[in-house]
């Protein structure tokens, strides 16, 4: 899985505290819902690994998220018609994402670029029926209808800008309680 790390919380990168970095183009959005929020003025603490997802569109992508995930756009720099490339990260219940323009002189490249999806994305949720239906509704393509396998309902979309995502929640107790680490 492509990861975008950017030393949040890591030792010897910027603290959660430094981030976002203060930006006129830049904006928080503070959500009153379930979702994880944060502001400028005091961010909230952040989970140390976040994926970072490099679409063609991103602004596009961005709203295609909301559509059909119900994510919240917690912060954003650029996306706007002075400063068209993106920068943004999502909230989808608890789970934070990140969603940017491809920047290959950078080596962020889209699926478009590379020819494929070089990560999956698992987005677990009670009803995986309802949200593919959903995500087919705002644009992906249905790649496997909701079935069970290996202990999960689960189904998978690609989304318009190439990114596989599995779409599911286990049927019991996850993980199982006979399974152990290093076990087959």
Do not use: C
């Amino acid at each position: 899985m492509l990861v975008g790390l950017h030393g949040l919380g890591m030792s010897g990168g910027p603290s959660a505290a430094a981030w976002p970095p203060a930006h006129p183009s830049a904006t928080s959005v503070l959500d009153a819902g379930d979702n994880m929020s944060m502001s400028t003025a005091a961010a909230a603490p952040q989970p140390n690994v976040q994926a970072q997802l490099s679409v063609r569109n991103g602004r596009a992508a961005v709203d295609f998220y909301k559509a059909a995930f119900g994510a919240v756009e917690v912060y954003r720099f650029g996306g706007t018609d002075d400063l068209e490339e993106v920068v943004a990260q999502l909230a989808v219940g608890n789970s934070l994402f990140w969603v940017e323009d491809e920047s290959p002189p950078h080596g962020n490249f889209s699926p478009e670029t590379v020819g494929g999806a070089t990560a999956r994305m698992l987005l677990i949720v009670d009803d995986p029926r309802s949200v593919l239906e959903q995500a087919v509704a705002a644009g992906a393509s249905e790649v496997s209808p909701v079935g069970e396998e290996h202990g999960w309902q689960l189904g998978r979309i690609d989304d318009p800008f190439g990114h596989r995502w599995e779409i599911g929640q286990p049927v019991s107790r996850w993980p199982p309680a006979d399974h152990h680490p290093g076990s087959s």
